[in-house]
């Protein structure tokens, strides 16, 4: 399992924090990946964001999301990286 941070310090949380988690928890669902994937927020985790930037960390990889284009930055940073699972 993968941990997907999106970082909800002052920011961030100015920024739109709140949008992309919603939209991320909502798109984990879908894309049933609750086995593979575990959302989470915390303070601060690193490259400060411009305005309108939310800060998000999968696995080892950070990059910035618009939360307007939440979804679009799921599937090109986080469901491209995934390793299909065989299904019991």
Do not use: W
């Not at 949380?13 to 990946?33: C, F, M, P, T, W």
């Amino acid at each position: 399992m993968q941990d997907l941070v999106v970082c909800v310090g002052e920011k961030c949380h100015q920024s739109g924090a709140e949008l992309v988690l919603k939209s991320y928890l909502d798109l984990i669902a879908r894309e049933n990946l609750e086995n593979q994937i575990c959302l989470k927020c915390s303070f601060a985790i690193g490259g400060c964001c411009n305005k309108d930037e939310v800060s998000v960390r999968f696995g080892e990889t950070f990059f910035k999301v618009d939360p307007r284009n939440a979804a679009q930055s799921f599937h090109r940073h986080i469901l491209t990286t995934l390793t299909p699972t065989a299904e019991a």
